[in-house]
Structures are given as structure tokens and as C-alpha cells.
């Protein structure tokens, strides 16, 4: 006998799809490396790497600079999530942004948080939303299109009988 009842399977299942919803309708994956980038870019500057007893401090004259850069790439993060008609301009900045960090931040949060910033950025700029559901492609006419000369069909999809 399971613990779990099937009013809580029926509830995780809607998160579920009502989630896979939501990500779908937005550059989900730029997001989230984008986040992924600002975290180490923000943290290494601050931090202390011990190697047995030896500790190395990582602290430089630009540790502000870095701390900026972590967070505004975070924002950007968020912002390709809950505003994805600015996602050209957030991944052009994130873009930006992960290049300025190689100068500024330890060679980009040791090239880690770089990379992930970049290709979060491109992402950001190459995503596109696809096209709204339930609606039939239709010719002018009324007739359903078929194959096109795009598909390969030399009458445009519409037959002369």
C-alpha cells in the first residue's frame, strides 16, 4: 500500500505541466545559465581556498566590480524568466557582461561563470517563442493547406480539380 494518495499525484502532475507550461514560453535554459554564470563570478573575489593548511585569499582591488557583475547577471537571469520580450537586450548584456568579467573577476569566476554567462547569453538572443497552439493552418481559399513548394509540392499544396 503507497503513502502517496492520487489527489497528490493529480496535484504534482499539474504543477508539473502547468511548469513544463511556463518554462516552454520563455528561454528557460539562458536563464538559468545566466544565474549559474553570476554566481561564481560574484563569489570567488571573496573567497578563501584552503589547500591542506595553506589558505589562499582571493581578494582583489576589484572585488566590487566582480560583486556588480555577479548580481547584474542574476537580474538579467530573472529577467529572461519573467520578461522575455527584453530577451535580445538581457543576453546582448549578458554577453557583454561575461567578457567584461574575464578583466574584472578572476578571469570570469575562473572561467566557469564566464562560460556559462556567454552561452546563456547567446541562448538568450538565439531563442525565439514558437507559434500559439490550436490554430490550423488555413489557405485563403478555406482548404486546408498540404505540402507546399516548400515541402516539395510543385502546386503550392492546391489541386486543380
Do not use: C
Not at 557582461?97 to 546563456?120: K, P, Q, R
Amino acid at each position: 500500500m503507497s503513502a502517496e494518495s492520487p489527489v497528490a499525484r493529480h496535484r504534482f502532475g499539474s504543477w508539473r505541466r502547468s511548469f513544463r507550461t511556463w518554462r516552454g514560453n520563455r528561454p528557460f535554459w539562458a536563464g538559468l545559465l545566466t544565474l549559474l554564470g553570476g554566481l561564481p563570478i560574484m563569489y570567488f573575489p571573496y573567497a578563501n581556498l584552503t589547500l591542506g593548511q595553506l589558505t589562499i585569499r582571493m581578494a582583489t582591488t576589484a572585488g566590487a566590480g566582480s560583486l556588480i557583475i555577479g548580481v547584474l547577471l542574476v537580474v538579467l537571469g530573472l529577467t529572461m524568466w519573467f520578461q522575455p520580450v527584453a530577451r535580445v537586450f538581457a543576453g546582448v548584456a549578458t554577453i557583454m557582461l561575461a567578457l567584461v568579467s574575464l578583466v574584472v573577476s578572476n578571469f570570469g569566476g575562473f572561467l566557469a561563470g564566464y562560460l556559462f554567462a556567454l552561452i546563456g547569453g547567446g541562448l538568450s538572443v538565439a531563442w525565439a517563442p514558437g507559434p500559439p497552439k490550436g490554430r490550423a493552418a488555413v489557405a485563403p481559399e478555406g482548404e486546408p493547406v498540404t505540402a507546399g513548394p516548400e515541402n516539395g509540392a510543385g502546386d503550392g499544396g492546391r489541386h486543380a480539380g
